[in-house]
């Protein structure tokens, strides 16, 4: 039971280099998010998808897209990154049945931008 | 606006050495109060939900509880394995209809043997 994969664990990237983040649930769970946490911060979610099909914004979108790609995969992209996006991002996933939530985590991405 | 404040920022206690973590809420409708646990460079590890002010849980060594304004973590009888930064979030609304979690910035505590 793998939970929630994300991958790469670490990447340093050049300003103005590009890549998307990966993030795969196994739980059937239907809504899947992006944080990032930086210190002093806390953990500020970016974009998130309730269900399949769709996405929004959340709090820090800007710099970032997002792709639902099926149920259990999604991914996030950085097309031009910037040295304030250095920072680790979590992936998480959610399911709200009515009666209770679940709500797990991957373990981060740490990435670097120089 | 949904907000949530953690109190201490950090707690230092001895082995064996009880004490409470804060998580004030304001939040329009409560729906759930998450509590995690973090380790450095690894992701928050779910540890409670709760729903309703009077609900209590357990897991070992911790015990949450939660009023109409503020949850707290009561961790007994520590040892230093319970180090680890603890999170609070809210949940205000259905996810399926766009509600999302609000975190909290977190209780660093070290637990010294």
């Known amino acids: 039971n793998a939970g929630v994969t994300q991958t790469p664990k670490f990447q340093v990237l050049k300003t103005g280099q590009s890549m998307t983040l990966q993030c795969a649930q196994d739980?059937?769970?239907?809504?899947m998010y992006w944080y990032r946490q930086d210190p002093g911060m806390g953990l500020r979610l970016i974009y998130y998808?309730?269900?399949?099909?769709?996405?929004d914004k959340g709090e820090v979108p800007n710099g970032y897209n997002v792709s639902r790609l099926n149920k259990r995969e999604f991914s996030l992209r950085l097309e031009s990154a910037a040295p304030s996006q250095t920072s680790v991002y979590f992936c998480a996933s959610y399911r709200d049945s009515g009666a209770s939530t679940e709500a797990f985590f991957g373990q981060g991405t740490r990435l670097t931008v120089v | 606006e949904d907000q949530v404040t953690q109190s201490p920022e950090a707690l230092r206690l001895q082995e064996g050495e009880s004490s409470s973590l804060n998580c004030s809420y304001t939040v329009s409708g409560l729906r759930g109060l998450f509590w995690y646990r973090q380790d450095p460079g690894k992701g928050p590890e779910f540890l409670f939900t709760?729903?309703?002010a009077g609900e209590e849980k357990e897991k070992e060594r911790l015990k949450a509880t939660l009023t109409k304004k503020e949850s707290f973590l009561h961790i007994t009888a520590p040892k230093p394995e319970d180090s680890a930064t603890y999170l609070c979030?809210?949940?205000?609304?259905?996810?399926?209809?766009?509600?999302?979690?609000?975190f909290g910035e977190g209780t660093q505590l070290t637990v010294n043997p």
């Open positions: 739980m059937n769970h239907n809504s």
């Open positions: 998808s309730a269900s399949e099909g769709t996405t």
């Open positions: 709760l729903y309703s």
């Open positions: 979030a809210v949940q205000a609304g259905r996810l399926i209809s766009g509600s999302r979690l609000t």
